[in-house]
């Protein structure tokens, strides 16, 4: 307990120092755009709400401008209020802007296999290659099928059931974006993909709430065992991590297969097209 805890204020101290030698740092680069004050250590994070952040960053943006900065214990965020700067700033000058986000909590909970995490270099790029293969503008009409009657589902449900609209809308989607990047119809599949990945994507959301850990800020933090008081983060890592893994390793695997399998090209007709 005694090394643990020494560790533990180690890193803390030299996470403090880190901070402020950061903090002191930007005070000689150029002006950041306005935003709410920041305080010592902490900057915004009392600022950031626990729930709808699209309404706060919106009241953000009316009482600052269309460009926001924040920062949540050490962690920038810019919060852009309008689609003309999001698209100057994300595509027009994305040479310059554009890049992953490195997080701790991805690689605790098991997410950094996802594109989105994926840091820019030759990984990347062979990703990007492959996915705009199959997601390029051209291709896209190649799944109209698809949508289509994912869309005839959803008024079908719609109409049999109108007061869960919501769950139909993520029925349509989810279904849809299984059957075309897999080849798998749901609604003929004994296997909850759907649940699975809801149950997945809600991990995401919560290991990705800006200013919730603060591994974060504090890297160091990750090598505490995960009984040590103030580690909740790790125990919730190792909890998300076979989630995480059922939403990569599933549906791939029935993919895998289902293209051994001599009877599998009307399972895959979409998939290989």
């Known amino acids: 307990m005694a090394i643990s805890t020494f560790l533990f204020v180690i890193a803390m101290l030299w996470g403090a120092a880190a901070l402020w030698k950061r903090t002191r740092g930007s005070l000689k680069r150029l002006p950041l755009p306005p935003g709410p ?3 010592p250590i902490i900057g915004n994070a009392l600022a950031m709400p626990s729930n709808n952040l699209p309404k706060a960053f919106q009241g953000m943006n009316k009482k600052y401008g269309d460009v926001v900065y924040l920062d949540v214990f050490g962690q920038p965020m810019v919060v852009l209020g309008t689609h003309e700067d999001a698209v100057e700033i994300l595509e027009k000058r ?3 802007y554009s890049d992953r986000m490195h997080s701790v909590m991805a690689a605790l909970s098991g997410w950094e296999w996802a594109m989105p995490l994926i840091p820019y270099g030759l990984w990347w790029r062979r990703n990007r290659r492959a996915f705009h293969e199959f997601f390029h503008p051209g291709i896209v009409p190649e799944y109209r099928t ?3 009657e994912a869309a005839r589902g959803l008024l079908r449900r719609l109409l049999q059931d109108s007061t869960h609209y919501t769950k139909h809308i993520r029925y349509a989607f989810g279904s849809s974006i299984m059957r075309i990047s897999y080849g798998i119809d749901v609604d003929k ?4 993909y759907l649940t699975i990945a809801e149950d997945a994507m809600q ?5 990705f709430l800006s200013g919730r850990y603060l591994v974060e800020t504090f890297p160091l933090l990750r090598f505490l065992p995960s009984w040590f008081p103030g580690a909740k983060f790790k125990r919730e890592g190792t909890a998300w991590t076979p989630i995480v893994n059922r939403l990569r390793d599933t549906p791939w695997n029935a993919t895998v297969a289902a293209l051994v399998c001599p009877d599998s090209k009307a399972f895959f007709r979409y998939f290989i097209c």
Do not use: M
């Open 94 to 96: 994305s040479a310059n």
């Open 37 to 39: 004050r920041r305080l």
């Open 146 to 148: 698809i949508q289509l």
């Open 189 to 192: 599949e004994k296997v909850p």
């Open 203 to 207: 991990t995401f959301s919560d290991a």
